[in-house]
């Protein structure tokens, strides 16, 4: 999937850093899930490369559609699934491997009706999905202090507290209705951006979309889902494209691994759990100089794998994961 809308044009939708996943997790066989299908383009990659069945999850009905033209190709080997991956065991277990590519799909900025971009006018919906509230509900809706919070924590917007009053006072003339009534807002209260930075209004479109579709919380559930339904052996390869995404991955492979410290001789030791995973990459891979000549949007992501082992599945504390966790929040 994509970053933030930082890029000027749009990309095509192909799949981030699959060359370097399908190597770490090579070989590719058995039974996988693609939890963020998308355009298809990890399932696919999975399937050349060996895989028997792929499960593939989304919880935007629209991408289904568009899979109808190659599918057949696949067909007895993929099964379609719409659904959260927070959720992925319910749809499948004994698992050889995980999938999860983060963030709103290069298909879905490129289409000015779902409100994702600023680049294009549309209506601020922001939604992956087909249900629950929009960013059109929260922006005008919530309190100043929650969008401050929201845009500060989701966004790491250092001017979140002067632009959350910016949007409360525009919305008390008028409703926020479109992207570009809300991107207007954040502009005027920002300085112009110089030639080879980010839109101002980037971070800010990234908080809402994030809080809109509870991002870190099905990111977190969807990690235990994963560990809960992949068997000993299986992969769960992950793909991030901001710095936070990466943390709580990161801090999930670590813990899970058995890296939550040891102490000090002031302190208690600290009981160890049996390790759930080892981990296959110790550092993110990011993308090589090919991929970034080919794609641009690809240059934040970044891809940590790991092994499961076959310690029983269990939960981890969020902040232990270091999920950004606002005092308030949209509602779900």
Do not use: C
């Amino acid at each position: 999937m994509a970053e933030a809308d930082g890029s000027d044009a749009p990309a095509p939708h192909v799949p981030v850093l699959l060359r370097p996943l399908l190597a770490a997790v090579a070989p590719v066989q058995g039974r996988w899930l693609d939890g963020t299908f998308g355009a298809g383009g990890y399932a696919r990659g999975l399937l050349e490369a060996g895989a028997e069945h792929v499960i593939g999850i989304d919880r935007d009905p629209a991408v289904f559609a568009m899979a109808a033209e190659w599918a057949d190709a696949y067909a007895g080997r993929l099964t379609l699934v719409q659904g959260t991956f927070g959720r992925l065991d319910e749809h499948g277990t004994d698992l050889d491997g995980v999938v999860l590519d983060l963030g709103v799909s290069s298909m879905q900025l490129d289409q000015p009706e779902r409100g994702f971009s600023f680049r294009n006018d549309g209506p601020l919906d922001m939604r992956m999905g087909d249900g629950g509230p929009s960013a059109r509900d929260l922006v005008n809706t919530a309190e100043e202090a929650e969008l401050a919070d929201i845009l500060f924590l989701y966004g790491e917007e250092r001017a979140s507290r002067r632009i959350a009053r910016a949007i409360v006072r525009a919305r008390a003339a008028a409703p926020l209705e479109t992207t570009l009534d809300l991107a207007r807002v954040v502009e005027s209260q920002l300085p112009r951006a110089k030639p080879g930075q980010v839109h101002p209004a980037t971070r800010t479109f990234q908080a809402i979309r994030i809080a809109v579709n509870d991002e870190f919380g099905e990111l977190a559930a969807g990690l235990e889902a994963a560990e809960r339904a992949l068997k000993p052996g299986g992969m769960l390869a992950v793909v991030t494209f901001h710095s936070l995404e990466d943390r709580m991955v990161k801090r999930f492979f670590q813990l899970r691994s058995g890296g939550r410290g040891q102490g000090s001789r002031h302190a208690p030791k600290i009981e160890q759990d049996a390790p759930r995973f080892a981990q296959v990459t110790r550092k993110a891979v990011a993308p090589d100089a090919q991929e970034l000549a080919a794609n641009p949007r690809a240059r934040s992501a970044r891809l940590r794998v790991g092994r499961r082992l076959d310690a029983p599945a269990g939960r981890v504390p969020r902040e232990d994961l270091g999920m950004p966790m606002p005092n308030r929040g949209i509602r779900h």
